[in-house]
């Protein structure tokens, strides 16, 4: 296949760039390159150039930024037959703690082309996150090019997608990452190849912070390397807020059992933007207002048998939160 044809960048652009007045967080952007931003040379290496470091096994020079003959550049892996390497990897640091800094949502997007081997030895692409405390990898999706498909792993474990990628030309590729609830997803071509999977195995101790990405091949034969290679085109990195969560509200108590003829039930709300009020519902009856907001309280009147209790909380933007079940049965 032929990887010439430039994305259109307005298909790249995943998150804009809002504001959460929670906290006053706001988005950052971490990094972005189209490559046709960097001084071009005849066979410049990838590797050094704006902040980017390159590791191979053997010191080939395998990682490139090519003139696209589109009026653009592209940073390149793969294709140099036979040079005996068995990992061959370009990455670029960030050392971001997006919990900390307030920023737990991070997007890495990208344009990836990918070739097919015509040598009979097809190689694997990886695109690699690590933690920046210990360098361990907390996850990375691979692009198997003997079978099509596209892999995942937490770090630990590899799982087959079942999904394939675009066979020809250059597709948009967003990992969507959030650090504070340790979960992932991936979007290739505009469609959702995961969503809510584990970031790094809980079990691995690891730090959850971004240390680099890195784009990895990994040739099946060190010594017959395929010809196949990896085109990589419009990469940015951003570290958003949690924008428009709802508020959440927990009930101390949800099952009880009394005998007498009254209850106070309590809980606590939490909300990035403030808890307006807490509201519950007895029976069939209208949803009133419990006393105090991020811990409250209400009494219930309660009937023979079981009574059920419906407790939701608003926050200060109007927005509600899942309804909680409490359960009381009186004797």
């Known amino acids: 296949m032929k990887l010439y044809q430039k994305p259109r960048l307005q298909s790249l652009i995943v998150f804009a760039l809002l504001f959460s007045w929670a906290k006053g967080a706001r988005a950052v952007d971490l990094y972005s390159t189209d490559f046709s931003s960097l001084p071009f040379v ?4 990838w590797a050094g150039r704006d902040g980017w470091f390159g590791l191979n096994t053997n010191n080939a020079n395998d990682d490139f930024v090519v003139d696209n003959s589109m009026g ?3 940073g390149f892996l793969g294709y140099d037959n036979g040079t005996n390497e068995t990992l061959i990897s370009v990455f670029r640091n960030f050392f ?6 307030g920023n737990p949502i991070v997007t890495i997007s990208t344009s990836l082309g990918i070739s097919e081997s015509t040598t009979g030895s097809s190689d694997t692409f990886q695109l690699v996150i690590y933690n920046g405390t210990s360098s361990e990898i907390l996850g990375y999706i691979s692009f198997d090019t003997a ?10 474990s590899i799982v087959d997608t079942t999904v394939s990628y675009p066979s020809s030309g250059y597709f948009p590729v967003v990992i969507t990452i959030d650090f504070a609830m340790n979960v992932w997803s991936l979007k290739v071509n505009g469609g959702s190849v995961f969503t809510g999977e584990t970031f790094s195995d809980p079990g691995n101790g690891y730090d959850l912070n971004l240390g680099s990405t890195d784009f990895r091949w990994i040739p099946t034969v060190p010594t017959a390397s395929g010809d196949n290679f990896l085109g990589v085109d419009n990469f940015a990195v951003a570290a958003n807020p949690v924008f428009n969560a709802p508020p959440r509200v927990k009930v101390k108590k949800k099952t009880q059992t009394t005998s007498r003829s009254r209850t106070m ?4 709300a939490t909300d990035d933007s403030g808890i307006s009020k807490v509201e519950y519902k007895a029976q069939r009856g209208r949803y009133k207002k419990a006393r105090g907001t991020s811990r409250w309280r209400f009494p ?3 009937k023979s048998g079981t009574n ?3 407790v939701r909380a608003v926050d200060s933007a109007g927005k509600r939160s899942k309804v909680v079940r409490v359960k009381v049965k009186r004797k």
């Open 300 to 302: 219930v009147k309660l």
């Open 265 to 268: 039930i309590r809980g606590t």
């Open 72 to 74: 653009g550049l592209t």
């Open 308 to 310: 059920r209790i419906l």
């Open 42 to 45: 005849e066979n410049m290496e």
């Open 147 to 156: 079978t099509g498909k596209i892999l995942r792993s937490d770090g630990t």
């Open 96 to 101: 971001y703690d997006p919990v900390a800094e």
